[in-house]
T-cell receptor, first 114, second 115 residues
Framework: AQTVTQSQPEMSVQEAETVTLSCTYD???????LFWYKQPPSRQMILVIR??????QNATENRFSVNFQKAAKSFSLKISDSQLGDAAMYFC???????????FGAGTRLTVKP | GAGVSQSPSNKVTEKGKDVELRCDPI?????LYWYRQSLGQGLEFLIY????????KSGLPSDRFSAERTGGSVSTLTIQRTQQEDSAVYLC?????????????FGDGTRLSIL
């Protein structure tokens, strides 16, 4: 079974600083996809970034980047130049290649301090 | 807007009643997903529809849960004889087509409270 673990229930960061959210996963598959979703108080889940397991290069989307360590089964999210609007729940998710369901971690609540 | 629409946004009902939750996916999206999010938890996969294929119901927690998708568009999730443990936010998502790398677009969810 695939499981996703986010070991940090809560994190805080000062505005304009950098923060890293941790995620590890358990799988015996070699082909899969990893995602980070953001869920603000509005409840809507918003895709932040995704990574294909076959790609060695870490994905980057503006201020968001990942550190993908396939051997260690680690997929951390780095947010640079944190903004107040980044405050939200962040969920790490795993999806096996050609599989329907996505496995989510329990989430990390990020607070951004002005 | 053109996003995923869910209704109602909030539903309060008594234990034992049946409830129906509605999801209207983004036009043209053939894949539709239902998830359940309990308080402080991640998302639990419930069911998946892809076009006219038979749905993947492997995540439904009990036979009190069912879902249908009419005409390949709107979907309803039905919970019969609701129990207090059914209280959660039910999220619907759609994507352009089946594909592990296709992003899912989520609705705002329905917060279900069972008294």
């Amino acid at each position: 079974a695939q499981t996703v673990t986010q070991s940090q229930p809560e994190m805080s960061v000062q505005e304009a600083e950098t923060v890293t959210l941790s995620c590890t996963y358990d799988t015996s598959e070699s082909d899969y996809y990893l995602f980070w979703y953001k869920q603000p108080p509005s409840r809507q889940m918003i895709l932040v970034i995704r990574q294909e397991a076959y790609k060695q290069q870490n994905a980057t989307e503006n201020r968001f980047s990942v550190n993908f360590q396939k051997a260690a089964k680690s997929f951390s999210l780095k947010i640079s130049d944190s903004q107040l609007g980044d405050a939200a729940m962040y969920f790490c998710a795993y999806r096996r290649y050609n599989n329907n369901d996505m496995r989510f971690g329990a989430g990390t609540r990020l607070t951004v301090k002005p | 807007g053109a996003g995923v629409s869910q209704s109602p946004s909030n539903k309060v009902t008594e234990k034992g009643k049946d409830v129906e939750l509605r999801c209207d996916p983004i036009s043209g999206h053939t894949a539709l997903y239902w998830y359940r999010q309990s308080l402080g938890q991640g998302l639990e996969f419930l069911i998946y529809f892809q076009g006219n294929s038979a749905p993947d119901k492997s995540g439904l927690p009990s036979d009190r849960f069912s879902a249908e998708r009419t005409g390949g568009s709107v979907s309803t999730l039905t919970i019969q004889r609701t129990q207090q443990e059914d209280s959660a936010v039910y999220l619907c998502a759609s994507s352009y087509r089946q594909g592990s790398n296709q992003p899912q677009h989520f609705g705002d969810g329905t917060r279900l409270s069972i008294l």
